[in-house]
C-alpha cells in the first residue's frame, strides 16, 4: 500500500464516507473520456480510442467534515455496448449527456440518448456540449439551449481540451446533491465553498451563471439517489490513440 493509499484509508476512516454514482453517456467520440479526465484533474490528451465497454473512477470531495466519494462512470458509445448502460444507470444520482457541437449527428441523437436514460432511471440528467474550442462548430449554443428547455434540464458548453467551463459545470451540478446542498440552501456560497475545498483556482469564475435551464421557467423536481455499491466494469485495456476529443 502506498502512503496516498494510506493517507486515503485514513482520510475515510475518520470522516463521514457518502457515496454518489454520476454517469455520462453519449455518441462515441464526443469526449465524455477527456471530459472526465479534466474533473479528475489530468491534464488533456489529444491521444484517446473510443471506450471499451465501461471505465470507472473514483473522486473525493471534501465538504465541512465529510468525504463524499464521486463514482464516475465513463460508458462506451458504440451500440454495441449500449445493452452495458442500464446497469450502470440505475441508483445513479447525476446523468450527463454528451453531444460533440462539431458533429451535427451527436447533437441529433441526444433525445434518442435521454429517452433511452428515462426508461431506466428517475434521475438528474444534465446536456453537455463538448469541444466549444473548435471552428468547425455545426451545433449552435442556442440549439442546445432549446433543446435543455424542452426536456426541462440544465445545460452547459464546454471544452475538455482547453477546460474552459469544466469545473464551473461540475461544480454547479454537484452542489445540488443533497449531501451538499441541504447543508447551505444558498448555491452560490456552496459553489464557492466547495471550490475552495477542494482546492480549484479561479473559485470566482466557478459561480457564473453559465449553466442554462428551461428558459428561465422553474426547474422540475429532480430525484437524486445515494448509491455505495460498486459494480463490476468491462476494462479498457486498449492503447490510446487520436479521436479529437
Known amino acids: ?17 457518502t457515496r454518489h454514482k454520476i454517469i455520462f453517456v453519449g455518441d462515441a467520440g464526443v469526449g465524455k473520456t477527456t ?20 471505465d470507472f473512477m473514483s473522486k473525493n470531495l471534501k465538504y465541512k467534515g465529510q468525504n463524499v466519494k464521486l463514482q464516475i462512470w465513463d460508458t462506451a458509445g458504440q451500440e454495441k455496448y449500449k445493452g452495458l448502460i442500464p446497469s450502470y444507470v440505475r441508483n445513479s444520482s447525476i446523468v450527463f449527456v454528451v453531444y460533440d457541437v462539431s458533429v451535427k449527428t451527436s447533437f441529433d441523437n441526444i433525445p434518442k440518448w435521454i429517452n433511452f436514460i428515462k426508461t431506466i432511471e428517475n434521475t438528474t440528467l444534465i446536456l453537455c456540449g463538448n469541444k466549444i474550442d473548435l471552428s468547425n462548430r455545426e451545433v449552435k449554443k442556442e440549439e442546445g439551449e432549446a433543446l435543455a428547455q424542452k426536456e426541462g434540464i440544465e445545460f452547459f458548453e464546454v471544452s475538455a481540451k482547453t477546460d474552459e467551463n469544466i469545473k464551473n459545470m461540475f461544480y454547479n451540478v454537484v ?13 452560490e456560497n456552496l459553489i464557492k465553498e466547495l471550490m475552495q475545498e477542494n482546492g480549484v483556482e479561479n473559485v470566482a469564475e466557478g459561480i457564473k451563471p453559465h449553466a442554462e435551464g428551461a428558459g428561465g421557467q422553474q426547474e422540475p423536481e429532480k430525484k437524486l439517489n445515494v448509491n455505495g455499491e460498486q459494480k463490476q466494469v468491462v476494462p479498457n485495456n486498449a492503447k490510446k490513440k487520436q479521436c479529437g476529443c
Open 35 to 54: 471530459i472526465i479526465s479534466r474533473i479528475m484533474d489530468n491534464p488533456f490528451s489529444e491521444n484517446y480510442e473510443p471506450s471499451i465497454g465501461v
Open 175 to 187: 452542489a445540488e446533491l443533497p449531501t451538499f446542498s441541504e447543508n447551505n440552501p444558498n448555491k
Open 1 to 17: 500500500m502506498t502512503e496516498q493509499d494510506s493517507n486515503e484509508d485514513s482520510m475515510e476512516n475518520s470522516m463521514s464516507v
